[in-house]
Each structure stands twice: as structure tokens, then as C-alpha cells.
């Protein structure tokens, strides 16, 4: 599987993402969609391919995946790849190869002059290098949609102990990039292009803090919750998507990136789960039913009973993942389901999280799961823990935009230590074991 767990490096891959781009090229006079007329591209796709670690053989064989897949000239590939040797990161124009699948490239490195690629290496975990990829590939290679993929190992909740998220770990430069990396990157992407989708082909990036970093310069996001099998998205199947329908639509791309993964795993047996979100639907309604909620909640925690049916409620929802790397996070829409079914709790409260589920399930546009257990993948996580981590509230090293959410999160944790009058049914280091029913 591809993910990296408190240092623990395994197996990942990340992003795709594509616009509708109409916003204005820095210095260039054109608009992506006025380039891509030129050019007479539909779609181009961008893929950062981070794979100075152990997924360098995962690449070779995702690159010959492109190269059998795509048969169309109205769409391309654009990859920017690094793995373990030295001095062998370089810049792909995927070109369709005639003999189908096989284990030999006829893609040939594309000459930047210097622009991204310096002395034949690259730092994949440098924010840097991600900008100087995207400024690069969006001016030469604009077309009238375009789809980023970032590939490489992804963390789980704070794998790095600063930071919410972290990914494109690069072993060499021994560094990576977080949530908050990534959201300078998309917010200087932001003043003058946008993607049709953002996907991560990666390990438990399926999170509400993930997906509203994109809701500007993105129409659609592609993301897991849990962890993901070790070779990643079918991408013979996504070429193929595209060079038989050059024309497809963003959110038909999406869902079908989603159908295929899900198709690929299913044969073998795995347990997956993938979903596609509107991000315009996140950030325009899915947060302010989030944070209305979180409100209620805080409000709930300095009453001791309140707050011990509301523990409660929380154990059940952590108890619903069932992956390694899925612990301090639980899942949006299974978590307002619980609240609504526990009477306990006030009834403006279960509302409020009708609400919140109804708003989750209009933005979350397919939620495809393969072996799990019915309601406790609804496509999307969000940050909880018994031993809450001060880093989520820092802007330097994540931002979503719930700020109610953190705000709920410190009261709860401030109520449960020991000096806050009686704290949670349980420990602070984690929670009762499987058998354990809630005090």
C-alpha cells in the first residue's frame, strides 16, 4: 500500500487535477483556452511524479501505463519525473506507444533550458520545484482543459508531528511538502489559471482540510480516505478515458478516474475507497454546515453529561476506520449520522448534523467503496483526536477555513484533561479497545 505513517515509509502516489481555465498567463497576453486553440489540445494533464523513494519502479511502470493507453493527439501528458537514481529526474511528453504495455519507454525527456530541471536532479519535497513545474507546464502547454496528477507517497494525520498532511517525500533531499506548501502553491496558481480536477492517487488524502485548500483553483477533487492498494490509479485506463473522449467533461473525467480504480481493485479482491467532490459545493456550503455544527457542539462541552453523550458519539466514529494510518480523523457524513441517531444529544444538535450530512452528500459527487463496511466511508474525513494537536490551529502549517471546527476541538480538549472538571469517559492517550462499550 502507498502511505507513510509516522516515518514509516511504505508505498503512495498523489494528485490529478484539471480546470477550466479562463484566467490570464503572466506575461504571455493569452488565456489558457485561447493557447489550447492553437495548440488544438482538449485536455492537457500534468503529473508530478515524485519517485526518489521506493515507488521508482512504480513510475516506470505508471509511464508505460500512459504510454499503451493514449492514442489521441487532441489530448497529452506532461510529466515531471524524479526517482532514485542521481541525476535522472527529467521532464516527459508522454507519446502513445504502438506496442501496447510493455516495460520499454519511447517517451523521450523534454528540454526545459533549466526552468524546472537544474543539473539533472530536482527536490520533489521543495515547494519550489512543484511552483517552477506548474508555472513552466501551464504557459507551454496550456489547452482548454488541464488535469494536475501529483504521484508519491502521502502521510497520514500528522505523520509529521507540524504539520496536518505531509506527501512527495524526496529520500535524497531527505524533505516533503505538507497542506500548507501546497496551499501557497494553489493560491499563486490562483491569480492567473485554474485546474478542471484535483485528484490525489495517494493514501488518506481524502479530508475536508485537503479539499477546501482547492476550492479556488479547482472544480472537482479525486481523494481517498483510507489507505490505497501499492499501484496506485489505473492510468492506462485514465488515457484511454481521454484519448476515446478528448472532449469529456470535467466532472464525467472525475467520476470515471473514481470507476475505474474502484473496477481495477475489485478484481483483485482489495478493499478501496475513492470518492470525487465539488469544491465549489465545499466551500459554498459543505464548511458552513461543518462550522454551524461545530458551534452546537462547543456549546454541548461544558456540560458534563452533554459532553460525556457527545464522547460517546465521537468513540463510535473513530471506531469506524478500519485501515492503518486512519486514526485521529473520522469521517464526515458516518459522524453526523451518529449524532442523529444518538437521543441523547439535544435536537438542534442532531438538526444541525442532518444538515451537515445532507450538504456533505451534495458535494460529493461519487463515493465508490470496495469491502468496507456500509456508511463509514461517505467520502471525506476531517481532524479529531483525544490528544489534540496544537499544530492544526496554526495557519503556517495548515488553513481550511473551519475555524469553528478548531475552535471545538480546544474546548473539548481543554475539558477533558485532567483540571477541566472531569474530562471524557476515557483516557487521553486513545480510547477503549474493540469490546469496550462507552462508560
Request: aromatic share 10%.
Amino acid at each position: 500500500m502507498r502511505k507513510r505513517v509516522a516515518g514509516l515509509l511504505l508505498s503512495l502516489a498523489l494528485l490529478t487535477g484539471c480546470g477550466t481555465p479562463a484566467f490570464m498567463l503572466g506575461g504571455s497576453g493569452d488565456t489558457l483556452e485561447g493557447l489550447g486553440a492553437k495548440d488544438g489540445k482538449d485536455w492537457t494533464v500534468y503529473i508530478y511524479m515524485a519517485a526518489d523513494n521506493s515507488l521508482t519502479e512504480a513510475a516506470d511502470l505508471d509511464l508505460n501505463e500512459l504510454e499503451a493507453g493514449l492514442t489521441s493527439d487532441r489530448v497529452r501528458f506532461v510529466v515531471l519525473v524524479d526517482q532514485a537514481k542521481k541525476g535522472d529526474s527529467r521532464i516527459l511528453e508522454i507519446q502513445p506507444d504502438r506496442q501496447g504495455m510493455n516495460e520499454t519507454l519511447v517517451s523521450r525527456a523534454i528540454d526545459d533550458q533549466g526552468t524546472v530541471i537544474r543539473g539533472g536532479e530536482v527536490d520533489t519535497g521543495s515547494p519550489d520545484t512543484l511552483k517552477r513545474f506548474l508555472d513552466w507546464g501551464t504557459k507551454r502547454y496550456a489547452s482548454r482543459r488541464a488535469m494536475l496528477v501529483m504521484w508519491n507517497h502521502g502521510g497520514a494525520t500528522f505523520s509529521d508531528p507540524d504539520h496536518l498532511k505531509s506527501f512527495c517525500w524526496d529520500d535524497t533531499s531527505k524533505t516533503h511538502l505538507n497542506l500548507a506548501d501546497l496551499w501557497k502553491t494553489a493560491q499563486h496558481l490562483a491569480t492567473r489559471t485554474q485546474f478542471d480536477v484535483i485528484g490525489f492517487d495517494t493514501c488518506l488524502l481524502g479530508h475536508l482540510e485537503t479539499a477546501y485548500q482547492f476550492k479556488r483553483v479547482s472544480d472537482f477533487l479525486v481523494s481517498s480516505e483510507r489507505v490505497s492498494p501499492g499501484h496506485g490509479w489505473d492510468y492506462q485506463a485514465l488515457a484511454r478515458t481521454l484519448s476515446r473522449k478528448p472532449d469529456i467533461y470535467p466532472r464525467e473525467l472525475a467520476t470515471a478516474i473514481a470507476k475505474d480504480y474502484q473496477a481495477f481493485y475489485q478484481k483483485q479482491g482489495e478493499k478501496t475507497t475513492i470518492s470525487v467532490t465539488d469544491l465549489q459545493k465545499v466551500g459554498d456550503r459543505l464548511v458552513p454546515s461543518v462550522n454551524d455544527l461545530a458551534k452546537s457542539l462547543s456549546a454541548l462541552v461544558p456540560d458534563r453529561s452533554q459532553r460525556a453523550a457527545l464522547s460517546e458519539t465521537l468513540y463510535q466514529a473513530l471506531g469506524g476506520a478500519s485501515g492503518s494510518g486512519e486514526g485521529n480523523a473520522i469521517d464526515i457524513g458516518y459522524f453526523g449520522d451518529l449524532l442523529q441517531q444518538n437521543p441523547k444529544l439535544p435536537k438542534p444538535t442532531r438538526d444541525l448534523a442532518a444538515k451537515m450530512t445532507q450538504e456533505l452528500r451534495r458535494a460529493v459527487e461519487a463515493n465508490l467503496t470496495t469491502g468496507m463496511p456500509p456508511g463509514k466511508y461517505q467520502g471525506l474525513k476531517i481532524y479529531f483526536a483525544w490528544n489534540y494537536n496544537k499544530a492544526y490551529a496554526d495557519p503556517s502549517h495548515q488553513f481550511f477555513g473551519t475555524q469553528a471546527w478548531t475552535d471545538f476541538l480546544k474546548a473539548y480538549d481543554k475539558a477533558q484533561a485532567p483540571s477541566g472538571g472531569g474530562g471524557t469517559p476515557f483516557p487521553n492517550p486513545g480510547f477503549p479497545g474493540p469490546g469496550m462499550p462507552p462508560m
